[in-house]
């Protein structure tokens, strides 16, 4: 059994909801990469567990993951044990439900992007399994940021001593959890023919943490 007791989580609020980042185990990642590239042999199973037409991403090829897997690698066990980490370092509130409703595996190359979207349920998250070396120049040479590649989290608009965005550098093992409605987007790269490889989840908690 994978032992998730020791993992450090840490709450970040960039802006007026919290995200939490913590590291995935490395076993873990290990066994949903193994999941991959065991679906990508087997045709019959990328037909039957396709998922690219329910969302909105704009990529090679986006996959669930089969819940009786999810289960057999505490791939649940993880990310509840996470949110349940997160939500009390936030509010002081303990989660006493936890409704795993879908997990998928996102499969982007270069050219590719995910536009802006929200999910389902009430958390969501995002984790890296798989990082290009690069993600290509910018353009223009003078450029002091590039952005191809990272996930970008998006909350409200400019204002004062606020900033409505929040950018991320994809790193593997890195995991992001954010609150389902948080609008968000990935850029697309260039000059990689490397995959950028992601998992994530939609899940519900108890109703009344979510009011809150």
């Given at each position: 059994?994978?032992?998730?007791?020791?993992?450090?989580?840490?709450?970040?609020?960039?802006?007026?909801?919290?995200?939490?980042?913590?590291?995935?185990?490395?076993?873990?990642?290990?066994?949903?990469?193994?999941?991959?590239?065991?679906?990508?042999?087997?045709?019959?199973?990328?037909?039957?567990?396709?998922?690219?037409?329910?969302?909105?991403?704009?990529?090679?090829?986006?996959?669930?993951?089969?819940?009786?897997?999810?289960?057999?690698?505490?791939?649940?066990?993880?990310?509840?044990?996470?949110?349940?980490?997160?939500?009390?370092?936030?509010?002081?509130?303990?989660?006493?439900?936890?409704?795993?409703?879908?997990?998928?595996?996102?499969?982007?190359?270069?050219?590719?992007?995910?536009?802006?979207?929200?999910?389902?349920?009430?958390?969501?998250?995002?984790?890296?399994?798989?990082?290009?070396?690069?993600?290509?120049?910018?353009?223009?040479?003078?450029?002091?940021?590039?952005?191809?590649?990272?996930?970008?989290?998006?909350?409200?608009?400019?204002?004062?001593?606020?900033?409505?965005?929040?950018?991320?550098?994809?790193?593997?093992?890195?995991?992001?959890?954010?609150?389902?409605?948080?609008?968000?987007?990935?850029?697309?790269?260039?000059?990689?023919?490397?995959?950028?490889?992601?998992v994530s989840f939609n899940a519900n908690v108890d109703q009344s943490l979510f009011n809150?």
């Open positions: 059994m994978i032992d998730f007791t020791n993992k450090e989580l840490e709450v970040l609020r960039p802006f007026g909801p919290t995200i939490a980042k913590v590291k995935m185990p490395q076993d873990l990642i290990d066994k949903l990469n193994e999941y991959t590239e065991s679906i990508l042999g087997d045709q019959s199973k990328q037909d039957k567990l396709n998922y690219g037409d329910k969302l909105a991403g704009n990529v090679k090829q986006e996959f669930v993951i089969e819940p009786d897997y999810a289960q057999k690698i505490g791939w649940g066990k993880f990310l509840a044990e996470s949110v349940s980490d997160w939500i009390y370092k936030t509010n002081k509130r303990k989660i006493t439900k936890f409704n795993l409703i879908d997990s998928w595996i996102v499969r982007q190359f270069k050219n590719e992007y995910n536009p802006s979207h929200w999910h389902s349920g009430h958390v969501s998250g995002v984790g890296y399994l798989k990082v290009p070396k690069t993600f290509g120049e910018t353009s223009q040479n003078n450029k002091t940021v590039n952005n191809n590649g990272k996930l970008e989290m998006i909350h409200g608009s400019k204002a004062f001593l606020c900033k409505p965005t929040f950018r991320v550098t994809p790193r593997v093992g890195d995991f992001y959890f954010f609150p389902h409605y948080l609008m968000h987007a990935v850029y697309p790269f260039f000059n990689s023919d490397e995959e950028r490889r992601s809150e």
